[in-house]
């Protein structure tokens, strides 16, 4: 029985001929909500050809726990965690404003699909419960959800990956030989040594993807996506009960007690809109809720990338690097390679920087003086607009900078979140425009790392196409074209991610056979946007060589400091 035609049986609403949607359902629609780091987005996409009739946004009440909880508990240094309160109330308040604001009647829509930064995972009761919302728990950090940039998790990841590797595990070789403390299991295990009451208490560890769509249908399904790239599920199985209890004898029975449930591909449907979420949302109960995403990952096919060679970068806070291809290899540094993580039937690669937006902000934040402040106001500019404009009058290398970009650690390719961010080369005469150019420089470099990492190992990447909120930049787009040397497209829609989430909705709704159709349909970029200029390529060529001289010194070993202000931090915290 082909997707489609289940999914037709399965679900209680309004069905779309795949073959004929535009001509014999020309008004249905689909719901997409992209779950970010600081906020939740909903948008109400026209099955028949993608076009977005009205998004709305509803930022989390309680942001990013990353100093203390809501009841003034301290935290450490690297936590990271939120409300999954929050998480709700984007599908009561942004879901309903979106579709009144798109003048779609709540009958005419067929699906919601949503999609959520990876890996955000939390302990829950049997019946979904997070442990935070239990009265007497509200102040134990580790009952709260962990954010994927929650990285205190790294001497666990750092044990399971030393190990893998001394156990020979062959899935270790699918993650470019490095665990991530930002993962399932390094945070499950982080949980199990610093709060073990907490971790017995856990019925269920959960990926906030999977969580979302229980509450939205009543069915716990996990998806294929976080699983394999976030859960280590590779070739059907996780690593084996005696892996487990060789990092933590209360570690042995961590798959079958808290984290094995059914596997849900991409694009299938998870069950139908509960009656409470139905009221929540304003939308027909029974309708097809699809089954959950990554935030990148799901942006792939509505950038139109379904061909191998075409890199997917969703440009935010972080940014993560999504291509397929028909094509495995070990890819030193990857977050991951997934049979069919993507797009069925090909080889989806993850990697990522940790931090990118953020390394903008913090600088924004911190480094802007009184004087640019008033300029910029003066000229009707933000303070990203106004640093913009002064370093695009720069030539490359004029600042006489170079950064590494690892303020939020390094995801790819060194896999290593206790790094830290370098600035060599300033002067008495270096102004905020400089480091600010110095810094949009250093996250490019960055990229470019990534893609040699592809490259070499015999993944082409023959085109990268930008989404997510950054693509607003020109100056960053073009220095990312010359520091690349390769054409950038980019998306032609300003929510990717929840585009995303709504073609996957219409795959569930039988509106579309699979996610290739979807996206010929439903999907759009705008190719080679930015192209890159020699005279500049080559001037970035010379300064791409200094910054991995730093890469490489900082690192691979050969200079530790960062590890050792790391740990005297740590000691003086405590």
């Known amino acids: 029985m082909s997707n489609s035609a289940r999914n037709t049986e399965q679900k209680g609403g309004p069905v779309v001929n795949a073959e004929h949607s535009e001509d014999t359902h020309p008004d249905t629609y689909v719901i997409g909500v992209d779950y970010g780091t600081l906020s ?19 930022p989390y009440t309680h942001a990013v726990l990353d100093r203390k909880l809501p009841d003034g508990t301290p935290l450490p240094p690297d936590w990271a965690l939120q409300v999954p309160a929050d998480y709700i109330d984007v599908l009561r308040i942004a879901v309903p404003e979106a579709l009144a604001r798109s003048g779609v009647r709540p009958e ?68 470019g030989g490095k665990i991530s403390s930002e993962w399932e299991f390094a945070k499950a295990l982080q949980l199990l040594e610093e709060d073990p009451e907490l971790y017995e208490l856990t019925d269920r560890w959960i990926e906030a993807a999977d969580w979302i769509v229980w509450r939205l249908s009543g069915t716990y399904v996990r998806n294929a996506c976080t699983a394999g790239y976030k859960g280590q599920l590779q070739d059907g199985s996780y690593p084996s009960p005696d892996h487990l209890a060789a990092l933590n004898p209360g570690f042995a029975d961590f798959v079958t007690d808290k984290l094995d449930q059914p596997i849900g591909q991409l694009g299938d449907l998870a069950g139908g809109l509960t009656a409470e979420a139905a009221v929540w949302t304003g939308l027909p109960e029974g309708i097809a809720v699809c089954v959950g995403n990554v935030d990148a990952h799901v942006t792939a096919p509505a950038a139109t ?13 972080s940014t993560c690097h999504v291509m397929s291809s028909d094509q495995w290899a070990e890819v030193p540094g990857m977050c991951g390679v997934v049979d069919g993580g993507i797009l069925p039937g090909l080889w989806g690669y993850e990697a990522g920087q940790s931090g990118v937006g953020d390394i903008f902000g913090w600088f924004v934040r911190t480094a802007f003086p009184v004087s640019y402040a008033e300029e910029a106001a003066a000229l009707g500019r933000d303070p990203h607009e106004h640093l913009t404009a002064l370093a695009a009058e720069q030539k490359v290398g004029e600042h006489g900078l170079i950064a590494l970009d690892w303020q939020s650690g390094n995801r790819s390719v060194l896999v290593d979140h206790d790094l830290s961010g370098v600035l060599v080369g300033l002067t008495l005469s270096t102004r905020p425009e400089d480091v600010y150019r110095a810094l ?59 585009l995303g989430a709504a073609m996957h909705a219409a795959v569930a709704a039988g509106a579309y056979p699979d996610i290739r159709a979807a996206a010929h349909a439903m999907g759009k970029a705008r190719p080679a946007v930015y192209r890159p200029n020699p005279e500049r390529a080559a001037a970035y060529d010379r300064l791409y060589a200094e910054y991995r001289l ?25």
């Not at 999609?115 to 509200?138: I, K, M, N, R, S």
């Not at 930008?466 to 074209?481: D, E, F, V």
Request: proline residues 5%.
């Open 40 to 58: 939740g987005r909903a948008v109400v996409v026209r099955v028949a050809d993608g076009a977005e009739l009205a998004v709305a946004e509803h």
């Open 108 to 175: 005419q829509v067929i699906g919601i699909g949503t999609d959520f930064t990876a890996c955000t995972v939390l302990p829950v009761l049997a019946d979904g419960t997070p442990l935070c919302e239990l009265p007497d728990l509200a102040g134990r950090p580790h009952a709260y959800a962990k954010l994927w940039r929650h990285h205190a998790a790294q001497a666990q990841a750092d044990r399971i990956t030393a190990l893998a590797d001394e156990r020979k595990e062959p899935w270790l070789r699918r993650y």
């Open 305 to 317: 990338a379904v061909e191998p060679g075409r890199m997917v970068a969703i440009m935010g806070t």
């Open 440 to 498: 949009l420089e250093a996250t490019a470099y960055g990229t470019r790392t990534i893609i040699e990492a592809f490259e070499t190992s015999g993944v082409p990447v023959r085109e990268l196409i930008i989404a997510g909120g950054l693509t607003k930049n020109p100056l960053l787009m073009q220095i990312y074209a010359d520091v690349t040397r390769l054409p950038l497209g980019v998306i032609d829609s300003a929510q990717g991610a929840a």
């Open 550 to 574: 730093l890469h490489d010194y900082f690192g691979r070993g050969a200079n530790e400091v960062m590890h050792r202000l790391r740990r005297l931090r740590a000691q003086a915290s405590a």
